[in-house]
Nanobody
Framework: QVQLVESGGELVQAGGSLRLSCVASGRTFVRFRMGWFRQAPGKEREFVAALTWSGGSTYYAYYTNSVKGRFTISRDNAKNTVYLQMNSLKPEDTAVYYC??????????????????WGQGTQVTVSS
């Protein structure tokens, strides 16, 4: 089985930056599809970003429209870690951010149901 542990969330001012980390253990990491989701109070969990593997050594990054140009997803296979670099943060980015892993690495990358394992979440709070 796979365990995911997120870290890096904290209180920041609007316009600031954070880098979230997600460390995976228990299985080979390189072929997983990795995703970041977030959930604000009273709202559904929403897709933020995903890094997919579609064969060979080619990876593809996807983002929800509200974070394009501000957030960047990346991975370090040697460290079994995926990152979410968040720049130009806005108060509306405030949420619990979750890391997720999809072992099949296929299907709809933006759908929570496609992912097999989830981390515990890390709180990101952006002040005005």
């Amino acid at each position: 089985q796979v365990q995911l542990v997120e870290s890096g969330g904290e209180l920041v001012q609007a316009g600031g930056s954070l880098r979230l980390s997600c460390v995976a253990s228990g299985r080979t990491f390189v072929r997983f599809r990795m995703g970041w989701f977030r959930q604000a109070p009273g709202k559904e969990r929403e897709f933020v970003a995903a890094l997919t593997w579609s064969g060979g050594s080619t990876y593809y990054a996807y983002y929800t429209n509200s974070v394009k140009g501000r957030f960047t997803i990346s991975r370090d296979n040697a460290k079994n870690t995926v990152y979410l670099q968040m720049n130009s943060l806005k108060p509306e980015d405030t949420a619990v951010y979750y890391c997720a892993a999809d072992l099949a690495a296929s299907g709809r990358y933006y759908n929570t149901e496609e992912y097999d394992y989830w981390g515990q979440g890390t709180q990101v709070t952006v002040s005005s």
